[in-house]
Nanobody, 126 residues
Framework: QVQLVESGGGLVQPGGSLSLSCAAS????????MGWFRQAPGKEREIVAA????????YYTNSVKGRFTISRDNAKNTVNLQMKSLKAEDTAVYYCAADRANVFDVTLAISQYDYWGQGTQVTVSS
């Protein structure tokens, strides 16, 4: 079992940047494919980005392509989400999640993720 804790959220102006981090404990992070999700008020939780167990494969939802970058450091048991050119519509609670997947697989379905962090708020506003 793995425990996940997100950090790095906050308030940022449109066009600004923010970096989120997800720290894992209790189990080696290399065991898990990882994903970042977000949930805005009144909306369903959606996938933002995902990365395979050793980082060879990644996925981005269309709305963040070219602006967000997911990365992982298995030695440090962390997964990061760098966000640039932020827009008001990026405002949401951001969650990281872990899935026991095959080494090259990127997990896209929310239902496949077994472990979730508590979330960190990102607000993009002037």
């Amino acid at each position: 079992q793995v425990q996940l804790v997100e950090s790095g959220g906050g308030l940022v102006q449109p066009g600004g940047s923010l970096s989120l981090s997800c720290a894992a404990s209790g189990s080696p992070l290399s065991t898990y494919a990882m994903g970042w999700f977000r949930q805005a008020p009144g909306k369903e939780r959606e996938i933002v980005a995902a990365i395979s167990r050793v980082g060879m494969n990644t996925y981005y939802t269309n709305s963040v392509k070219g602006r967000f970058t997911i990365s992982r450091d298995n030695a440090k048991n962390t997964v990061n989400l760098q966000m640039k050119s932020l827009k008001a519509e990026d405002t949401a609670v951001y969650y990281c999640a872990a899935d026991r997947a095959n080494v090259f697989d990127v997990t896209l379905a929310i239902s496949q993720y077994d472990y979730w962090g508590q979330g960190t708020q990102v607000t993009v506003s002037s």
